[in-house]
Structures are given as C-alpha cells and as structure tokens.
C-alpha cells in the first residue's frame, strides 16, 4: 500500500531555504504523479507544484512559488523533494504532498494519496 511520509519543515528566517521531502513506501515513485500542496492557518488548502510521473516530464508551479521553488523526484530515494529558496511570511503552512498514479493532474481531488504534512514557519 502506497504511504508518503513528508519531513523536512521547519522554522526559516524570510530570504531563507528549506528542503522538504517526501518518501514513497509501497510502489515505484516514477509510476505516480506527485505534489506538493499547502494550507495556512485559516485558509483552504491551495496546490504547489505538480509533477508527472517520470514518462511525460511535465512540471507546474503555482505563481505564487514559481522561480522561488523546485520540485524534483529521485527514483533511487524514492522520494519527491521541494526545494524552497528566498521563502517568504506568505509561503507559511503545512506542507502536504499527494499521489496518483500515471496521469498527471493539477487538481487535489484527482491525487489518491495524501501525506500528514510537515509544518513551515517563516519568521520576518
């Protein structure tokens, strides 16, 4: 059975970096289309990044994180990372990532999978 399992959150000055991660057990990562999603206190959880599984290569960032922060896949790892550069207040939240498997979606109601989060606090 598939489980994901995020680590890596955390407490970061604004203008900081943080890695999270998030580790498959039970199948393949290249089969699954992964994300990262996110909630802040009070709001409705909102979508990250996207990324295909490993045959079609597609990525998406959300605006609000584009050319701030990278996803990518290790499949020796199996494991799907965000890599979050010059973070912001606004990036605060927990941090889920969600798994389906193939076809690649945007959509949170189409992932099948969810992690339990990790926590990301961004002090100004």
């Known amino acids: 059975q598939l489980q994901l399992v995020e680590s890596g959150g955390g407490l970061v000055e604004s203008g900081g970096s943080l890695r999270l991660s998030c580790t498959v057990s039970?199948?393949?990562?290249?089969?699954?289309?992964m994300g990262w999603f996110r909630q802040a206190p009070g709001k409705e959880r909102e979508r990250v990044s996207c990324i295909s599984s490993s045959g079609d290569g597609k990525v998406y960032y959300e605006d609000s994180v584009r050319g701030r922060f990278t996803v990518s896949r290790d499949k020796a790892e199996n494991t799907m990372y965000l890599l979050m550069n010059s973070v912001k207040a606004e990036d605060t939240g927990d941090y889920f990532c969600?798994?389906?498997?193939?076809?690649?979606?945007?959509?949170?109601?189409?992932?099948?999978?969810w992690g339990r989060g990790t926590q990301v606090t961004v002090s100004s």
């Open positions: 039970g199948v393949t990562v290249d089969r699954y289309a």
């Open positions: 969600a798994a389906k498997y193939y076809r690649y979606s945007r959509a949170p109601p189409d992932y099948d999978y």
